[in-house]
């Protein structure tokens, strides 16, 4: 089960068919379109309480987790890794630049923040109910379907995201927060975002957008 906070994230949830268990809506606030179960009401105080944020929407539901398909591997296929990332915004944004950017998927490794932590499903911005997202044992795992590793870095020689080709069956993966990916793990080819500027390196979810859409941009272009 997770936690789907507002009217707007609930209509996403809805529309991608994802089970609604129960529903609980702020005293005074209309009940949501197309749920099919009962909500219960909430006085004010007890229902801010049971919220995360400072100023909580009226909607609160509680949902199944969605089980996706495993997705067949193909020269059209390319995925997002989310690798040991800490922090639930900026997982939230990466799955949505992922989404937005066309990709086939999500994996996250262990030792990642939960997707469907309140924050995490927030920052999503409704892409978590358009996009499988899947947890994935160790990166070794993804090479055994056939996915090329496309790692992430700002450090070393590694090519430009602008030179790289970005085709066939690929996984781009993105690193944790504070260390990045280590040198170790089994990447195929590394790349790196070009910047102007002193700081060593980008947001990891920053960094997510801009590849994710040049991936998207690449492979359009072939």
Not at 22 to 32: I, L
Not at 56 to 70: D, E, Y
Request: net charge negative; hydrophobic share 45%.
């Amino acid at each position: 089960m997770f936690v789907v906070q507002g009217n707007v994230l609930l209509q996403e949830a809805i529309a991608a068919g994802v089970e609604v268990r129960e529903v609980y809506v702020r005293d005074g606030e209309p009940d949501p379109h197309g749920v099919k179960v009962v909500p219960f009401v909430l006085d004010a105080r007890t229902f801010d309480s049971v919220n995360d944020t400072v100023a909580p929407q009226g909607v609160l539901a509680v949902c199944s987790i969605p089980r996706h398909p495993a997705t067949s591997v193909s020269n059209d296929t390319w995925f997002v890794v989310a690798h040991e990332v800490s922090d639930p915004g900026n997982l939230g944004t990466i799955i949505r630049s992922a989404e937005a950017a066309g990709a086939s998927g999500v994996y996250v490794t262990p030792n990642t923040v939960d997707v469907h932590s309140p924050k995490t499903v927030r920052a999503t911005a409704g892409a978590l109910f358009h996009v499988p997202v899947r947890e994935i044992g160790s990166l070794d795992h993804l090479r055994t379907l056939g996915l090329t590793l496309v790692g992430t870095t700002s450090h070393g020689d590694a090519r430009s995201i602008y030179d790289a080709s970005f085709v066939g069956p690929i996984a781009v993966v993105l690193g944790n927060e504070a260390h990045g990916l280590s040198s170790d793990e089994p990447i195929d080819e590394w790349v790196t975002i070009p910047h102007a500027g002193r700081a060593e390196s980008l947001n990891v979810a920053m960094a997510a957008s801009v590849i994710a859409l040049q991936v998207s941009h690449a492979r359009q272009r072939g």
